[in-house]
């Protein structure tokens, strides 16, 4: 996993700068719900942090941070998709579709536009809810999710890129 035994003790020290930035985000928020696009005042981008912690299992895969982690709240992309796809569901079942506001919340307060928005975004990690999951493609394709709504151009080619990293 390491190229060296050097690499070890940067990757302590990096995990202990970030659990410390981790802890000082959950004694504010009571969860480790950071959004992306959080940059602490020290310049620390913490929201593209535990987006790559999210998307590609960094520092999750140490046991003992998982279970800080998970003491605290901590939720893997598999378990934000389930929730994601059931408030989906919901406005699908109420709307008959999938074009959802960017300011749209549900009910009880869940962020469902932004989290469409976020979906549809080609920024980041490119459709991390999406990649590699195919019968989740298929599953918001059913029911006519919609990449870009105001041109069906980009709407075409970032349906084909997903499609491309669906397969992956």
């Known amino acids: 996993?390491?190229?060296?035994?050097?690499?070890l003790p940067h990757k302590r020290a990096t995990w202990e700068k970030l659990q410390m930035k981790l802890q000082e985000y959950y004694d504010e928020h009571s969860d480790l719900d950071?959004?992306?696009?959080?940059?602490?005042?020290?310049?620390?981008?913490?929201?593209d942090v535990v987006s790559a912690m999210r998307d590609f299992g960094v520092h999750v895969e140490d046991g003992n941070n998982r279970a800080w982690l998970e003491e605290r709240g901590w939720q893997s992309l598999d378990v934000k998709w389930e929730e994601l796809k059931g408030h989906l569901q919901a406005f699908y079942d109420k709307n008959k579709h999938l074009n959802v506001k960017k300011r749209?919340?549900?009910?009880?307060?869940?962020?469902?536009?932004m989290r469409v928005e976020s979906m549809r975004s080609s920024t980041?990690?490119?459709?991390?809810?999406l990649k590699g999951h195919p019968d989740r493609c298929w599953w918001v394709k059913q029911r006519g999710?919609?990449?870009?709504?105001?041109?069906?151009e980009k709407n075409a080619?970032?349906?084909a890129d997903l499609e491309d990293t669906c397969k992956k």
Request: hydrophobic share 40%; glycine share 10%.
């Open 34 to 47: 950071v959004p992306k696009e959080l940059v602490l005042d020290d310049g620390y981008r913490l929201g």
């Open 157 to 159: 080619q970032k349906w």
């Open 124 to 129: 980041g990690s490119k459709f991390a809810h």
């Open 1 to 7: 996993m390491f190229r060296s035994a050097m690499d």
């Open 145 to 152: 999710f919609v990449m870009h709504a105001r041109d069906a």
């Open 104 to 113: 749209y919340k549900t009910e009880s307060g869940y962020p469902l536009g």
